[in-house]
């Protein structure tokens, strides 16, 4: 019943920014690790960054480090991703993801507990 919902994504030239939300409904927020996962046109789906329930810890991939924040507000059940420096490469369909464990969201588990409709990011050269 728990929904997740993008938003934020766009058309933006290389070396700008955006900053991607979510926002849950319909479950306990603060109970999971939440993520972003993207994937590009022909490419397999891939981790981009994770944050556990409290939004103390954050991991990131080492496609983005240095260049993107990933970020929660349990009070708003918001989560965010701010992405700076963006390149061309960075094209994708962003995905929110939620899942009781961090691990599930770092490795995209096929058996993952939720997933949003995603946020199309398009970085032009």
């Known amino acids: 019943q728990g929904q997740l919902v993008e938003s934020g994504g766009g058309l933006v030239q290389a070396g700008g920014s955006l900053m991607l939300s979510c926002a849950a409904s319909g479950r306990s927020f603060s109970s999971y690790a939440m993520g972003w996962i993207r994937q590009a046109p022909g490419k397999e789906r891939e981790f981009v960054a994770g944050?556990?329930?409290?939004?103390?810890?954050?991991l990131y991939a080492d496609s983005v480090k240095g260049r993107c924040t990933i970020s929660r507000d349990n009070d708003k059940s918001t989560l965010y991703l701010q992405m700076n420096s963006l390149k061309p490469e960075d094209t994708a369909v962003y995905y929110c993801?939620?899942?009781?464990?961090?691990?599930?969201?770092?490795?995209?588990?096929?058996?993952?507990?939720?997933w949003g409709q995603g946020t199309q990011v398009t970085v032009s050269s």
């Open positions: 944050t556990i329930k409290s939004g103390s810890s954050t």
């Open positions: 993801v939620a899942d009781l464990k961090l691990h599930s969201i770092v490795t995209v588990s096929t058996t993952m507990g939720y």
